[in-house]
């Protein structure tokens, strides 16, 4: 839940640098270029600080999945979720996270064998409803086709790489797996960069010291997003499986990005938004909700009287 808030404003962050009359002047490209290139210093020493002192075998299987996660975190979400926030709107980019949780829980059934309980596909039907309803509200006119689509597969590499943290958590310790896969993904970013001749993007948060830079750069990307948001993703994964915390990471991501939108950018709500807001939250309740497992030896527990007083 800690992470969704900070998943939730990433797109509110972006608009407010993306503005004509911010300091930093960011575009898409400048903005993962540069966030990049300043989260990957966090994600190398969080690799070496964590690095177990009996490393498991690198196996040929983890190489490709460590390969594989970096390439999903960083041009894909970064870059995708950078692009597709300056393409639509802010309440499009925070809605369009309904898509996560039915995507990320079938592809988890599929390659991970996750179940699916019959109350968390409850959550996810009403939190569909809910981000559809909100999306047709007419809310978010300055939303794009081509940045809706950015979005799109932005969240489902986000899928992909919860899927491939879930594997690789089972072998290395949580922490480890972060720094590991974002190590990668941020150096991916600084080599698109350069490849473009963009790299000098990343000069830019260090000429501006501004408030609105510091606040939603520095602090909101670079710290809270990048390296606080997967440090929580990844050890929520070794206790919960992926249809329980996709569930809980985009519609707390929508609830709190909506409540950014509308408190930060201005954004104001219909009453079809209300109603379909009172569905997000009934979907997160859900999700919250703690379900009972009754173990097989609870099940076939029998009393039997051994002697008096006393029974077994």
């Not at 490209?29 to 002192?53: C, D, E, M, N």
Request: net charge neutral; proline share 4%; charged share 10%.
């Amino acid at each position: 839940m800690v992470s969704a808030v900070f998943f939730g404003v990433n797109a509110v962050a972006s608009k407010i640098l993306y503005a004509p009359e911010a300091a930093a002047g960011f575009d898409a490209v400048s903005l993962f270029v540069a966030r990049g290139v300043w989260s990957l210093p966090l994600f190398l020493l969080l690799a070496v600080i964590t690095k177990p002192r009996r490393l498991p075998p690198l196996t040929i299987k983890n190489t490709a999945l460590f390969l594989f996660c970096g390439i999903a975190y960083g041009p894909g979400t970064n870059a995708l979720s950078a692009l597709g926030a300056h393409a639509t709107s802010a309440s499009h980019a925070v809605l369009l996270l309904s898509l996560f949780p039915p995507l990320a829980a079938g592809l988890a059934t599929i390659f991970l064998r996750e179940q699916l309980s019959a109350l968390k596909m409850v959550a996810i039907v009403i939190g569909v409803i809910g981000a559809a309803a909100l999306t047709l509200s007419g809310s978010s006119g300055a939303a794009t086709t081509s940045g809706d689509l950015l979005i799109a597969a932005f969240i489902f590499t986000w899928a992909i790489l919860t899927l491939g943290i879930r594997q690789l958590d089972k072998t290395y310790p949580a922490l480890f797996v972060v720094g590991v896969f974002g190590t990668i993904g941020c150096a991916a970013l600084g080599a698109i960069g350069a490849a473009v001749g963009r790299l000098d993007s990343v000069f830019i948060p260090a000429y501006h010291f501004d408030l609105q830079t510091v606040l939603w750069f520095d602090l909101e990307l670079v710290l809270l997003l990048s390296l606080g948001g997967q440090l929580l993703q990844s050890m929520a994964l070794r206790t919960l499986n992926v249809a329980a915390v996709v569930a809980l990471t985009s519609y707390g991501s929508i609830f709190f990005g909506l409540a950014a939108s509308l408190l930060i950018l201005a954004e104001r709500l219909t009453v079809q938004d209300v109603i379909a807001a009172a569905f997000l939250v009934t979907a997160l309740g859900l999700s919250l909700w703690p379900e009972r497992r009754i173990s097989q030896s609870d099940a076939k527990t029998v009393t039997v009287a051994d002697e008096p007083g006393r029974l077994v």
